[in-house]
């Protein structure tokens, strides 16, 4: 019989800074009196991040969510934008937001990425992007997806929301499509408490993109075009500048971690690990596993629902898939057999905890629990 944990084992934690620099940091912060608006903290992170990202242009936004709504914006995106459905809502949402519409595209069985095969199918005369994910920091097929956007003279925005300092063959993510939206939420690897950035090739997307993020005003005289509030303020930033130092030890840790998990699990029927992408270094976001009942004996829902007992809590990403939403379902491309893939993995995937502060011990106990609920 194995004890649940003592408290809830959350499915992340963030990464904190280090309080006395942070106290350094918030001293220069009071002494300057800037608290926003594009001060010395966001400068020096967007320079921090282009650095350690390798980006041509980086713009630092107050989430995730509104920088992929300015990137849309940025590139004057119209029609319809071939996306993924296997994502969290803030991508689809985005598209709205933007009175795009998404067409969903069917996700790969490895990966979990757009399928690239599937893309030219859906293409109309309405459409004028890609939008597609790098799903639990996975990449997409790039080189694929470039040569389609390039042949229909598409533009491609990546949600890298999970992908911070990936790189696929010594290539910087960053480095692909238009525009590369990054995530700095608190639950993520990379954090400034609630964040986000894009990165650009080109510097007049920048240009844009700073000013929508401050209401489309040019100057004191100028203002260009309906932007919004986008901006982030310097304490996070500060946050942001402080965590960069950690980060690479962070994803060590996490390698670290998942290895345990693969080793612990591998023998458990009907549980699947996912590995290593040959070529990629990886960031080791997210670990998921993939729950087949007919050998497992229970369904996902059923080893979520068995894991809260024991203190574990797991979480569903990504269920349901954005397509099954209410807002989205009745669309054309929503069609549950035009998305066979998608549906059927959406149904069996199972983010477990994962994060650098974890044990080895940790990862035990929860592969051991995985394994007791298997044999009864
Ligand atoms: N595109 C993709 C592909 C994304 O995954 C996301 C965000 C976005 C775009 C949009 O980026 P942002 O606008 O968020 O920057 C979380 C996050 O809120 C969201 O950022 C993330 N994706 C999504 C996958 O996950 P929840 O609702 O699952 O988070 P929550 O609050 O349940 O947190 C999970 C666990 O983490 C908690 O049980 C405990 C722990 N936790 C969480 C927070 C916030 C902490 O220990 N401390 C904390 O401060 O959505």
């Known amino acids: 019989m194995i004890e649940p944990f003592a408290k809830p084992f959350y499915i992340t934690q963030p990464l904190l800074p280090d309080m006395d620099e942070f106290n350094e940091m918030l001293k220069s912060i009071w002494a300057s009196k800037q608290l926003s608006n594009n001060g010395t903290m966001v ?34 995106l119209s029609g319809e934008v071939i996306t993924t ?66 042949k229909y003279g598409l533009k491609i925005i990546y949600d890298a ?24 939420h608190a639950t993520k690897i990379y954090h400034t408490i609630e964040g986000g950035a894009l990165t650009f090739k080109d510097p007049y997307f920048k240009e844009r993109a700073d000013s929508l993020r401050n209401f489309g005003i040019k100057n004191t005289d100028t203002v260009l075009e309906p932007g919004t509030n986008g901006k982030l303020n ?21 390698k670290e971690i998942t290895n345990y998990y693969r080793q612990f699990l591998k023998d458990i029927p009907g549980i699947i690990t996912v590995n290593d992408i040959e070529g990629v270094s990886h ?75 974890m044990q080895k011990e940790d990862v035990e106990k929860i592969s051991s629990i995985i394994k007791a609920i298997h044999e009864g």
């Not at 020096?44 to 709504?69: K, M, P």
């Not at 929301?161 to 590369?180: E, L, M, N, R």
Request: charged residues 20%; aromatic residues 12%; proline residues 5%.
């Open 43 to 76: 400068k020096q992170l967007e320079r921090d991040l282009s650095g350690y990202l390798n980006a041509d242009y980086l713009s630092v936004f107050s989430n995730g969510t509104v920088a992929l709504q300015l990137a849309c914006k940025v590139l004057r």
């Open 234 to 254: 310097e304490i996070q930033a500060s946050v942001g500048i402080l965590l960069l130092k950690q980060v690479e030890s962070e994803i060590e840790n996490r």
């Open 283 to 357: 960031n080791y976001s997210y670990f998921v596993i993939r729950v087949d009942k007919t050998e497992y004996g229970y369904s996902r829902d059923e080893l979520f629902d068995k894991l809260l007992e024991y203190n574990v809590i797991a979480r569903k990403y990504f269920y349901p898939l954005c397509s099954n939403f209410q807002c989205y379902r009745d669309y054309p491309s929503s069609l549950k057999d035009k998305l066979p893939v998608a549906n059927k993995i959406s149904d069996m995937v199972l983010s477990l905890p994962l994060h650098g502060r």
């Open 161 to 184: 929301a999970h992908a911070f300092g990936v790189k696929v063959d010594g290539k910087p993510i960053s480095s692909f499509g238009d525009i590369s939206m990054f995530s700095f």
């Open 85 to 150: 459905p296997f994502t969290f809502a803030a991508t689809t949402h985005s598209l709205l937001w933007n009175n795009l519409k998404p067409v969903f595209c069917d996700i790969e069985e490895d990966t979990y990425n757009i399928n690239p095969d599937l893309i030219e199918s859906l293409i109309t005369q309405d459409t004028t992007a890609i939008m597609p994910v790098h799903v639990f920091g996975n990449p997409c097929n790039v080189a694929k997806i470039k040569q389609i956007a390039d």
